[in-house]
Each structure stands twice: as C-alpha cells, then as structure tokens.
C-alpha cells in the first residue's frame, strides 16, 4: 500500500507563497499521474490539479491557473504545488492523491480514479 506524507503547510498573507511537497513511499512513482485537492471548511473537497506520470503535461482549475504550479521530481518521488498570490479563498487542507492506473491520461479527473491519498496539510491565507 502506497503512502503519501504532505508537508509545507502554514499561514501565509494573502498574496504571499507557499509550496507544499507530497512524497511517495510506494514503487513505480514515475509511472502515475499525481493530482492536488482541496477542502475548504464546509464546502466539497475539489481538484487543484494534476501532473502527468512523465511530468511533461499539467493540468489545473480555472480558480489557480496562473498562480499554482504543480511539478514532479521522479528520481525522488515528490510532486510539488508551488502556490504564489495566495488568497484567502485558497484556505483549505490540501491533499496530494495518486492515480489508481500506471500510465493512465489525463482526459478526466474523478475523485474516485484516485485511491491512494495523503493525510492533508493545512494552508490558511489571511488577509
């Protein structure tokens, strides 16, 4: 069974930067596409984005495009969220999830395509 451990959390002004790293302890990390949710309090847990298995393709809701940047480093088993512009709507805990096939496209992103999720990391923007 795959782990995943979120760190990078914090408090952060708005329009301030925090990055958050997701490693994996499971094999085959290179071959899975990696995706960020988000659970903001009362409201439904949503996608951020997500990376493809090689890295080469990203993908990202309309709400963080050109802010967030989500990257990969495969030889340490680590995706990143970049967030830059921080605002208070993006308070949440934030989850990294990894995608239930090897070598699977990025055509939709369905919570339950997702079987292997991390514990969650807070990121709180004041303003």
């Known amino acids: 069974q795959v782990q995943l451990v979120e760190s990078g959390g914090g408090v952060v002004q708005a329009g301030g930067s925090l990055r958050l790293s997701c490693i994996s302890s499971?094999?085959?990390?290179?071959?899975?596409?990696m995706a960020w949710f988000r659970q903001a309090p009362g409201k439904e847990r949503e996608l951020v984005g997500g990376?493809?298995?090689?890295?080469?393709?990203?993908y990202y809701a309309e709400s963080v495009k050109g802010r967030f940047t989500i990257s990969r480093d495969n030889a340490k088993n680590t995706v990143y969220l970049q967030m830059n512009s921080l605002k208070p709507e993006d308070t949440a805990v934030y989850y990294c999830?990894?995608?239930?096939?090897?070598?699977?496209?990025?055509?939709?992103?369905?919570?339950?395509?997702?079987?292997?999720w991390g514990q969650g990391t807070q990121v709180t923007v004041s303003s």
């Open positions: 499971g094999r085959a990390f290179s071959v899975y596409v």
């Open positions: 990376i493809s298995w090689s890295g080469g393709r990203t």
């Open positions: 999830a990894r995608r239930n096939s090897p070598y699977s496209d990025m055509l939709y992103w369905f919570e339950s395509d997702f079987g292997s």
